[in-house]
């Protein structure tokens, strides 16, 4: 089998990658290892989707319809219940894979968009200490046993971190009949979104304990009893401010890692603070000819910038294939200055730059009011100001060619307006 364009991942990133890569003189395929499109959005059954792509709220499966209906009688090839086992990188990408309907299959393509999506940590990751009974899980399990499988995983519940899944679960759950007893966080900020706070928790009337962490699991069999402790600025756990809650579930939401570690065999550079490829303008990797967007590359609060993202690298993937001949890449760094984790892309191919570029970053701290400004050589280039600035939330920033005053490396930093 050969192909121009292979998609790894049916989701929202996937969908709208392989939606703008369409040219007649271009061969693409999808491959989804679920029996179905649309990714995780198939359980997300709340609405607060399609804002800023359609202008309406529309739930998890009907954004991912949009985008699956779109693709009817267009000419790309989807391969289902398909799963990427291998991947190398010779003249052509060398990919091998693997489903129950077909067996292993082998397959060439010239170019590659990784849109795998994200998985979530679990308690080994951060090593909660206690007993291991059964009735702990990730938010986002609990999310399709329960959307997808018609299983509600417990009845008196408690949530270990404040990212936007474990929030709409305590929403979920407690809609269902089970008893949410609260959320810890080991942050003194959520890491969900504010309307989730408001939304899944306040209106419930569910506490949120900032600064806190679970510091004992009890439970011979199933899960009995969970303690939290608050911290101290070093995280450690404050001796005297114990809290005891009688449970039978603990979900995690702490935390979520791109899923790219099956294309480690390219040898794509990474990013420490992203644990995703680092990329230039285009989306494309230091590998020649593979692309990384949506949550694969960085995990995302809106499904919709997801989305734009997946647009862009199916974009830029298309232009890629019809160049006649690849121009040398003149690259410089894009860098998170003060105040600023990380910023997407991490790098400008200054041969390659036509459009504005499109920064998405996240901030190291919560800010009333701050200004973002984009340095080169020492010299302030661009200013924004921005309000109700949190972790929480991805900050973006466009920065036009014209903006730039020579070839050199730029930084982004936030300065705090008091």
């Not at 400008?348 to 190291?364: G, K, M, S, W």
Request: charged share 25%; proline share 4%; hydrophobic share 40%.
């Amino acid at each position: 089998m050969k192909t121009d364009l292979t998609i790894v991942g049916g989701g929202a990133a996937g969908l709208a990658a392989a939606l703008s890569a369409i040219d007649p003189q271009l061969n693409i395929l999808i491959i989804e290892r679920e029996p179905r499109l649309g990714g995780i959005l198939n359980q997300c059954i709340h609405n607060g989707f399609g804002l800023h792509m359609f202008q309406e709220e529309l739930t998890g499966p009907e954004y991912a319809n949009r985008f699956i209906e779109a693709l009817k009688d267009k000419h790309i090839d989807i391969l289902l219940g398909t799963t990427v086992i291998d991947i190398q990188k010779k003249t052509d990408f060398e990919i091998t894979l693997t489903s129950e309907a077909n067996g292993y299959q082998h397959l060439t393509s010239k170019a590659v968009i990784i849109a795998s999506g994200c998985y979530e940590r679990t308690r080994g990751a951060v090593q909660i200490p206690g007993e291991r009974p059964k009735g702990i899980m990730p938010a986002g399990s609990a999310q399709r046993y329960l959307n997808m499988e018609g299983y509600l995983v417990g009845k008196r519940v408690f949530i270990l971190g404040s990212g936007d899944i474990g929030l709409i679960m305590a929403r979920r759950m407690t809609l269902e009949g089970a008893q949410v007893l609260g959320v810890a966080e080991l942050m003194p900020y959520s890491n969900g979104l504010t309307r989730n706070i408001v939304q899944c928790l306040n209106d419930f009337d569910i506490p949120l304990y900032l600064s806190h962490t679970v510091t004992d699991i009890k439970g011979k069999d199933i899960l009995e009893q969970i303690t939290i402790q608050q911290v101290d600025d070093k995280f450690e756990p404050i001796p005297g401010t114990e809290k005891v809650f009688e449970v039978d579930t603990l979900l995690l939401s702490i935390g979520l890692i791109p899923d790219v570690g099956l294309f480690d065999s390219l040898q794509m550079k990474k990013s420490p603070i992203t644990k995703s490829a680092i990329v230039d303008q285009t989306l494309m990797t230091n590998v020649e000819g593979l692309f990384v967007c949506g949550n694969a590359l960085h995990v995302h609060d809106l499904v919709d910038w997801v989305s734009k993202e997946g647009e862009k690298a199916g974009k830029t993937a298309k232009a890629y294939l019809l160049e006649q001949k690849h121009e040398e890449k003149d690259l410089k760094s894009i860098a998170p200055g003060s105040n600023i984790r990380y910023v997407v892309p991490h790098l400008i191919d200054y041969n390659h730059l036509t459009e504005p570029i499109q920064c998405a970053f996240r901030v190291t701290k919560k800010m009333a009011q701050g200004q973002f400004k984009v340095v080169q050589n020492g010299e302030v280039i661009l200013l924004k100001k921005a309000k109700h600035i949190a972790p929480a939330e991805m900050e973006n920033l466009i920065i036009k060619p014209e903006d730039l005053k020579s070839k050199d490396p730029i930084e982004i930093h936030l300065e705090e307006i008091v």
